[in-house]
């Protein structure tokens, strides 16, 4: 079961601090371990409450079930949009000389491995495979000092990702946010539908090999699709990290789609709607290779 009250955007650190200038963009799009960071911030200080909170957009405009938004991909349709989900992990607050993790709240949207899952939909008709409940912060605490950006990982570790779905605890157990035992979990999932047709961008783990489709993989997934986030230009107490998908597929048709693949781009292998959209996340795929991530900024 999934429990959370409807929260206004922005994001709070406790106690109130300073700014930075400009906005930064993905660093890496592998899931690696993280170099040892250091932070302005004293070893021994006392944890500080932390709220970051999260804005779902479309074009600018907040995203809600059902609502049509003009101007969308490379033909610029009207998209209908239908779900908004994404799970982050590793999530850091970044000071003067480094960086430090946020240690999250555990309860029913976050997990004591660090794994958050942000929800923008709330289960009215228009949505899909919903509930009413809404995530749209992430709270946990982190040592007092001052920062100036937030990093953060989009996607589930490898060592949670593969989990039985029948046993996983919360937010790892959501149906649509999984694939299958040996692929995992959908990363992002933003659904939408264009003239009558479904246009889907899931971001997920592929080239994962188990021995069947019900059970984890051995080794990890050569497309681990992983996105790693680092951006500068946040104020905590002021500035929102705004999540708009929209020009990620700014150099896609989404009025169309390949036939014998999946409605939009869900991160298969040789799905021509994916060619443009990965790269945009940061992440490369077939022969295109990583380009600059354009769905996360800070506002």
């Not at 990702?161 to 996983?168: C, F």
Request: glycine content about 10%.
């Amino acid at each position: 079961m999934r429990l959370s009250a409807r929260l206004p955007f922005s994001i709070l650190l406790i106690p109130f601090v300073t700014s930075v200038a400009a906005c930064g963009d993905n660093i890496n799009p592998t899931d690696t371990p993280d170099a040892p960071f250091s932070s302005d911030a004293a070893p021994d200080a006392v944890p500080q409450p932390v709220t970051l909170r999260f804005a779902a957009k479309i074009g600018g405009t907040r995203f809600a079930c059902g609502q049509t938004y003009a101007g969308v991909g490379s033909t610029a349709t009207n998209y209908v949009a239908s779900d908004f989900r994404f799970y982050v992990h590793d999530v850091r607050l970044v000071g003067a000389a480094g960086s430090v993790p946020v240690t999250l709240d555990v309860n029913e949207w976050q997990n004591a491995g660090g794994v958050a899952l942000l929800d923008f939909e709330d289960g009215t008709a228009d949505c899909q495979m919903g509930s009413a409940a809404t995530h749209t912060e992430i709270t946990g605490t982190a040592p007092a000092g001052n920062y100036t950006g937030i990093e953060l990982k989009v996607g589930v570790p490898f060592d949670q990702n593969h989990l039985d779905a029948t046993t996983a605890t919360t937010p790892l157990n959501i149906p649509a946010m999984y694939w299958a035992w040996a692929s995992g979990h959908r990363f992002l999932k933003v659904d939408g539908v264009v003239g009558g047709q479904g246009f889907n961008l899931h971001l997920g783990s592929t080239g994962c090999t188990a021995p069947n489709p019900m059970a984890p993989p051995a080794s990890p997934c050569t497309s681990p699709n992983v996105m790693t986030i680092a951006l500068t230009g946040f104020t905590p107490g002021t500035n929102t990290v705004v999540v708009d998908p929209a020009p990620v597929l700014a150099d896609v048709d989404v009025a169309t789609n390949t036939p014998t693949t999946a409605p939009g781009c869900m991160s298969f292998p040789n799905d021509p709607e994916c060619t443009t959209v990965l790269p945009h996340l940061g992440l490369a795929y077939g022969t295109a290779p990583a380009g600059t991530q354009l769905l996360f900024t800070v506002e």
